[in-house]
């Protein structure tokens, strides 16, 4: 815990990137990764400053991992009804990172020679993602699994539209069309049926109040639940703990859930995460969002922190520990005058039930267990010790269920 963190769109949908919440991840984690695709790559840049953030990433206080395309949900109506497809959605080729980074330094700066030099400085920091056709089958063989689509719309719709309640007995299935023939212009096919009783019409009324020109639809929805497993892999590939989206925290609840369930044998509902507080921590993200505190503050400040890091690292978990630790560096530099502020986490709870469960290869039982690709990967780190506690801000409430 504090030693590596992933963020993935920590922001809800429709929301700019949280610079306080990057403050705050790099002030108390050793390690931090943003997974930027393009809108975060040019928010970073503006935000932070160029110099501000190239001196991040020279000096190992911040990680950049460039997601180059994503899956998406194209939707073709037929004479039997709709039909969907998963798609790769991503910039034309000529916009690669480096193009994106040069236009928004040329925007700043107002150099043509120094926007180069410094898009190709970046671009040496840069680790790129980019999905293909067969991340994008293996992601449709998880939405087929019977039931966990339908949990995982269930739990996005508590966050990606606040304040709607669907009614009882809803459900959201999806299954594949055996007979459609259709393909998209990429030759992606479009062969998924959605099922569903959700009121999407009064949802997309909610929605709208947050965003005002947004539609709440069954292609919506299924981009929620493929963003959100996508932000697992990610996290679960670097074994980091995870600063993502509500919707993604949503997701990952029923993911762990039902990986706990395979231990419990469906007997019980065991606990995915537990709640751990420490109230003596600093409003370090307030000061932030606010304008009092600008990155390079920021920067300062987790200098001036570095020096408290090391000594966490091999020390068991111990909850005692964690709050000390959280206190001495909420005490560092200007965030020593902050007014307090409550830190939470999600600590992961059932990693000793897996390991107690799956002590054979992964593997060797994925087949017999009817899991998925993800589930696989998820479990193979488990296993090898990964915790995917979640930094989290606001009330803890509506993501453990408490």
Request: charged fraction near 20%; include cysteine; charge should be neutral.
């Amino acid at each position: 815990m504090f030693e590596s963190i992933c963020l993935y769109r920590p922001q809800a949908s429709g929301k700019s990137f949280d610079l306080g919440l990057l403050a705050e991840a790099m002030v108390f984690y050793q390690k931090v990764r943003v997974a930027a695709d393009p809108n975060t790559l040019v928010s970073l840049i503006r935000i932070c400053g160029p110099d501000s953030l190239l001196y991040a990433l020279d000096n190992g206080f911040l990680e950049l991992c460039y997601i180059e395309n994503h899956l998406g949900v194209s939707n073709t109506a037929t004479p039997r009804g709709d039909r969907y497809g998963l798609v790769l959605i991503g910039p034309p080729p000529r916009l690669s990172v480096e193009q994106y980074a040069r236009t928004t330094f040329f925007e700043l700066t107002g150099k043509q020679g120094r926007s180069t030099r410094l898009a190709n400085r970046l671009s040496r920091h840069v680790d790129r993602v980019k999905w293909n056709m067969t991340d994008a089958q293996k992601a449709k063989a998880e939405i087929l699994v019977p039931g966990f689509v339908s949990k995982c719309v269930d739990a996005v719709l508590e966050h990606f539209v606040p304040g709607f309640s669907p009614q009882q007995g809803s459900f959201f299935n999806v299954y594949e069309d055996p007979t459609a023939a259709g393909s998209d212009a990429s030759g992606a096919p479009q062969d998924l049926v959605v099922e569903t009783n959700f009121d999407l019409r009064r949802a997309t009324g909610v929605r709208r109040q947050i965003v005002s020109d947004s539609t709440v639809t069954p292609a919506s929805l299924l981009m929620e639940v493929f963003d959100a497993l996508a932000g697992l892999r990610l996290s679960a590939a670097i074994s980091a703990d995870m600063a993502v989206s509500p919707s993604t925290t949503a997701v990952a609840s029923v993911r762990f859930s039902e990986l706990l369930q395979l231990r419990a044998q469906n007997h019980k509902q065991l606990s995915v995460f537990q709640e751990w507080t420490c109230h003596e921590g600093r409003g370090i993200a307030e000061a932030v969002r606010s304008g009092s505190r600008n990155f390079d503050d920021v920067l300062r400040l987790t200098e001036e922190s570095k020096k408290l890091k090391g000594w966490l690292a091999p020390k068991s978990e111990d909850a005692d520990l964690l709050k000390e630790y959280v206190r001495e560096i909420s005490r560092t530099g200007w965030a020593d005058k902050l007014p307090c502020k409550t830190v939470r986490m999600l600590l992961f709870a059932g990693a000793g039930a897996i390991i107690s469960h799956f002590t054979s290869e992964v593997a060797g039982v994925m087949g017999s267990l009817g899991l998925g690709i993800t589930d696989s990967l998820l479990l193979d780190k488990l296993v090898k010790g990964w915790k995917p506690n979640q930094f989290v801000e606001g009330s803890l409430r509506p993501f453990v269920g408490l």
